[in-house]
């Protein structure tokens, strides 16, 4: 009887809201009575209403309303200051028109994503009258893409920076440098891009595919103007073998399956190399954190055992073995991302390196390795949830998938969702969560949407929307009113809801 009483509350709250389809769900949302009419007008007023920026995101906004609707142009009210949680807003629709209150421009920008589906949803020109507050549960909610492995190129990554912010996700870890391409102009080292760019995944022979520093800035000023901050991810010192084929010299060595896949740790010119190619980087990406890879080096690091200047280093640095010299580089690089005012990031091999917890952030990946998790939490760091189960988007959705990875399981949308469930977590450590889009099986633009879409918004909830706010039904139910969009947007996603309507891409 209890059971048929809370099934029967869920349904009118349900039918209550049912044109209210906002991912990620916000975590207050109360219905008023009566509904706005929509016009393709709109007058601005409040603290932003001279932002040339804000004007054009809003004129985007209603413009997806036909100019013969009769109804009177929308006002809304922006007004941002005062106190509250950074991205937190209050965003309060009536008949009268619309306001927004937020403590930051984040936040203003949010409520004007939440607005946004809110009328891109419409069925009838109108929306419900309604007030919702709002604010994340994680401050980072991040999406990385490789674009070593494959290379997408600047219209891709803009259109994932759209989708990002549609679904108030502010992190894009950008993966650009790994043993099949090195993907970023360093003008001090221009072999990088002349020979390391050379090649992908498929081709070893692909012509050379890289973002000069000029596209560099053109995107991180795209992301910025979206409140995404992007994160570059220089890897070191295993994955390193594009750049030792641009600069020998620097080659720690490897293995026969994966030939100079180290930086040389024994040489100083490695820690000159590696210190300029930061340096460049700090001065193109703004944001507070340098991503230096850390993963695994012991692939392929046996070569550091035969070679003089790394026994030297052993012996002067009074370092035992192989993973006493990765934590002696780990350290040291550390130090020099320190240097440049930035804070380290690294993958969850980093935890026992000595670094410092307050100027590291640790990516916990390894989801068969909870101990890696447990290890940082318990030394202090602050850390990004992001195991290969259920955040790595070349893991197959579906279990007819035939492309790509797999591990006694895989990703499927519920799990994305469902996602830190059942994790034993220290919240307070936890700075958030991301989607890791790895791309040795992905080589097409087609591919990166099928592997990213729908589960990026289910990942946009799981790090916005507190758990107790959560419930997968409710969310597919509104995840059906985004296929359309996605679909107009020309976007290859794969259907939940109707499997066939974008076959499997084999690459
Ligand atoms: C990783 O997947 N190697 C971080």
């Not at 937020?102 to 994503?113: C, E, I, K």
Request: contains cysteine; charged residues 25%; proline residues 5%.
């Amino acid at each position: 009887m209890k059971k048929i009483i809370i099934n029967m509350i869920s349904l009118i709250a349900l039918s209550v809201v049912a044109d209210i389809n906002i991912i990620p769900q916000p975590n207050k949302v109360v219905e008023k009575p009566g509904r706005l009419a929509l016009s393709s007008e709109c007058i601005l007023s409040g603290s932003l209403k001279d932002s040339p920026r804000v004007k054009a995101d809003v004129a985007n906004l209603f413009a997806v309303i036909p100019k013969e609707t009769a109804a009177k142009p929308v006002k809304l009210q922006i007004d941002i200051g005062g106190q509250g949680a950074s991205e937190s807003y209050i965003l309060k629709v009536s008949k009268d028109g619309v306001h927004v209150e937020s403590p930051s421009p984040s936040g203003g920008f949010y409520a004007l994503q939440t607005l946004k589906q809110l009328v891109l949803f419409s069925q009838d020109g109108t929306i419900p009258c309604l007030e919702i507050e709002d604010a994340p549960r994680f401050g980072w909610r991040g999406f990385m893409l490789d674009e070593s492995r494959h290379f997408f190129g600047m219209d891709k990554v803009k259109e994932l920076l759209d989708y990002m912010a549609m679904y108030k996700m502010n992190r894009f870890h950008w993966h650009l440098t790994d043993s099949p391409g090195w993907r970023i102009e360093i003008k001090k080292y221009p072999k990088l891009t002349t020979i390391g760019a050379i090649g992908n995944k498929s081709d070893p022979d692909a012509p050379a595919a890289f973002y000069t520093q000029e596209d560099i800035k053109e995107i991180v000023d795209y992301a910025s103007q979206r409140f995404i901050a992007v994160i570059p991810e220089i890897d070191m010192p295993g994955h390193a073998a594009a750049a030792a084929r641009a600069y020998p010299e620097i080659s720690g060595g490897g293995s026969e399956k994966h030939p100079d896949f180290t930086f040389n740790p024994g040489s100083e010119k490695t820690y000159q190399f590696l210190s300029d190619v930061l340096t460049e980087v700090a001065a193109l990406f703004p944001a507070k954190w340098i991503h230096y890879g850390g993963d695994e080096v012991h692939f392929a690091n046996k070569q550091w055992l035969e070679m003089s200047e790394v026994k030297a280093l052993m012996k002067k640095e009074n370092l035992k073995d192989l993973k006493e010299v990765e934590f002696y580089f780990n350290r040291r690089m550390a130090k020099v991302i320190d240097g440049l005012g930035r804070k380290t990031v690294g993958w969850d091999e980093v935890v026992n390196a000595g670094l410092d917890k307050d100027k590291t952030l640790v990516m916990w990946w390894r989801h068969n390795m909870s101990d890696a998790l447990q290890t940082a939490f318990d030394k202090g760091f602050e850390v990004v949830l992001c195991p290969r189960i259920p955040c790595y988007f070349d893991f197959v959705q579906d279990d007819s998938h035939k492309v790509g990875r797999r591990w006694k399981g895989f990703c499927s949308l519920d799990l994305t969702y469902k996602f830190p469930a059942g994790l034993n977590i220290k919240e307070k450590q936890v700075a958030g969560m991301q989607a890791n889009l790895w791309s040795e099986k992905v080589a097409t633009s087609d591919r990166v949407d099928f592997m990213t879409y729908p589960r990026l918004q289910a990942l946009s909830e799981a790090a916005w929307t507190q758990g107790k706010n959560k419930n997968y039904d409710q969310f597919l139910t509104r995840l059906k009113t985004h296929i359309p969009y996605m679909r107009e947007q020309g976007t290859y996603y794969f259907n939940p809801f109707d499997k066939t309507e974008h076959a499997e891409p084999a690459r």
